[in-house]
Every structure is written in C-alpha cells, then in structure tokens.
C-alpha cells in the first residue's frame, strides 16, 4: 500500500481544542478513507459529521491544504495530537495520567510507583525476535520497527480492574509485521512474550508470577486493523512505564492482553498460554473481550471507572470496537475467562 506522508496536522497538547476541531478531523478523514485501501483509518474512522463553527469563529477544518486524496498518516512529532478527542467524543487523558498510573508488574504491584521504578529500564538497543510457522523469520532492530510507516490511534483501554483511558498512540499495524515475515497456512496463533530483565525490573525477581509475561492472539485477531504495534504516545517515544520500546495495543479486549516491552514474537498453531492464565486460570482466559454483561468472578464488569472523572460510565461491549471486530467471533459473550 503506497501511503503518502504530506499530511503534518500539528495541534499542541497544550491547546485547548474544541470539539469543533474533532468533527473537522471526520470531516477531513472522510475525504482521505476513500484514498485508503484496507481500513487503514478504522480506528480513528467513524461516523460522518459536518464541521461546526468553533466558539470564536474560526475556521472549523483541520486545515493542511491538502487535497482529498492525500492519505492522513501523521508523523511522530513532539508534544503534537491530531485532536483531543477519541471518536466518541471523550476526550483524551493526560499525559501525566497516562504515564503516572500503570500496571507492569514486572516492576512493581503499585501503580503509582512504576514510573520512578522503570525511570532508567534500558530500552535501547532491542531486537524483537519474529519466528515459529513463518517463511522469513527475522530479527528487527530499532530502527526496523521504526521504520514502519507510524500513525496515530486514538483507543480507549478499558483495564480488567475496572479503569479506563483514552490515549493517543502511535505505531503501526500488527498485521504489517506478521506480513513481512509471511505466516505459513499452519499458524494459527500469535504468542507475545515480554523481556525478563532480572537486572532492572524488580518484580521478576519475585516467584509470584510464572515470568516471562506472555500473551496471544488468534491470527485473525491479530490481523485486524484496530490491533497495533505501539512505539509511542501523545506524539513522543514510550516511556518505559508503558511498556517502551514497542507494546501491543488492542483496544476491543481488557488492557492486560496489550502486552508490554516486547522481545520475541511466535507464530504457532496452539493456543498460547498466557501469564494471567497459568496465574489465575479460574478468572483469565484466553480472549478477553471488553464484556459489560460477563462479570469477573470477583467484581462486575458492567461500569468502568476512567481515570481523571468522578462516578462511573458503563462499559461498552468490545469496548465500544464491535462495528470491527464482532465478526471475529461466533458468540457475542467471548469474555474474560473463556479461552476456546
Ligand atoms: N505487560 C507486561 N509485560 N506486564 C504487565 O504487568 N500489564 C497489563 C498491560 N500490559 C502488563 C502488561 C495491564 S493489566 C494493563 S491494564 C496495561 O498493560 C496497562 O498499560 P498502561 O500502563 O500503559 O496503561
């Protein structure tokens, strides 16, 4: 797919944007889908809806001067978001919530401490290790993986915990990666597997997880539009708290599949078993699908809580992604704790 990268759109994160701004980027992305072949824009893509004035009058279109035809792929700029809202109209979290309030358990339990304890994780030099039922394995450097055309997603995640976040990634699609290395007709699954530093993550060194952590896809999973390989966030690199170099991102299921700090990527024809399902069979399994109508054994899923609001929202079957992927499944009610 030929993507041409003269669309720059730079908003500050600073900039208070209106929602003005985010109907224009619709606006704007309706004209460039019908460039792009394949969903490229799915993510991001939604509704149609007609630019509306801004409060002060201003021009309501993310204006670039840019013809229809153009694709919208933006490129990593710092402290820079195409809008400051996701498709539904919530608006982002901040930088400081989304880097300041983590799961890694390779670092620590404590959500608030991940930060200061991955503070020096070296992310640099990585290799990610793509190989199993494949026709070209290959190991791919830094700069191979940034190499890949990045763009910007705007996904809620939705935590099994019951916390939510809307956060703008870059990266680039999952399916970029696997059809570089040419699965072969017997994979049938993806299985992730994260780095194991005893040196610098603290919680490893503790046997109260069977590390390294690892997570699973099915292929066709794997291979929809909306699952991405994520490099950065809000415009800049990860930080190592989320997950830095390169992280998984798949927004329809609970955050704990969007695995971390990735080393070594499998294709392979059984089901993989996951951390969170040798740890805790009876309440995580394989699939993991935002589900309002599936309770965790322990709590309801039906309401989240996202970070930075008081009270609740409910939760939105797939995580509000059905229109993509609930052809994926044969049965709606693919939950946390069913893995075939
Ligand atoms: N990946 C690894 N390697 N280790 C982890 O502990 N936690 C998961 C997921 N990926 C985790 C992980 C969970 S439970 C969630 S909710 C998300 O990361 C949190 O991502 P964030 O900290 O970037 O918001």
Redesign the pocket.
């Known amino acids: 797919m030929l993507i041409k990268k003269r669309s720059r759109i730079e908003i500050p994160s600073s900039e208070i944007t209106p929602k003005s701004v985010y109907l224009s980027r619709r606006h704007f992305m309706r004209g460039a889908a019908a460039a792009v072949a394949g969903g490229l824009l799915a993510a991001c893509g939604a509704p149609d809806a007609e630019p509306v004035a801004d409060g002060d009058g201003a021009a309501t279109t993310i204006a670039t001067g840019n013809s229809a035809e153009e694709s919208y792929v933006l490129d990593a700029m710092p402290g820079t978001v195409s809008s400051n809202f996701d498709e539904r109209g919530d608006p982002l979290n901040s930088l400081e919530e989304?880097?300041t309030?983590?799961?890694?358990?390779?670092?620590t339990t404590d959500?608030t401490r991940?930060a200061p304890l991955a503070k020096n994780f070296p992310t640099a030099p990585w290799q990610v290790d793509v190989g199993g039922l494949v026709n070209k394995p290959k190991t791919f450097g830094l700069e191979e993986l940034m190499a890949f055309e990045q763009e910007e997603r705007i996904y809620r995640?939705r935590?099994?915990?019951g916390?939510s976040?809307v956060?703008p990634w870059m990266g680039f699609p999952l399916s970029k990666l696997l059809n570089e290395v040419e699965p072969t007709s017997a994979a049938k699954y993806v299985r992730f597997e994260?780095?194991e530093d005893t040196d610098n993550m603290p919680?490893v060194r503790s046997s109260l997880f069977p590390w390294?952590?690892v997570?699973g896809l099915r292929l066709d999973e794997a291979m929809n539009d909306l699952a991405i390989l994520s490099t950065g966030l809000y415009g800049q690199p990860l930080l190592p708290?989320?997950?830095a170099p390169i992280?998984?991102v798949v927004p329809w299921k609970?955050?704990?599949?969007?695995?971390?700090?990735?080393v070594k990527i499998d294709l392979v024809d059984t089901m993989p078993e996951s951390?969170w399902m040798k740890a805790a069979p009876n309440e995580y399994g394989f699939f993991a699908t935002v589900n309002p109508n599936v309770p965790h054994p322990r709590w309801s899923q039906a309401t989240e809580r996202r970070i930075g609001e008081f009270g609740r929202r409910e939760t939105l079957l797939f995580n509000g992604y059905g229109d993509e992927v609930a052809h994926l499944y044969d049965d709606p009610d693919y939950d946390t704790t069913q893995s075939s």
């Open positions: 989304i880097t309030y983590n799961n890694y358990y390779e670092f959500k991940v995640m935590c099994v915990e916390w976040m956060i994260t780095i919680g390294p952590y997570e708290q989320n997950g992280r998984l609970y955050g704990f599949k969007s695995i971390k700090s990735i951390l």
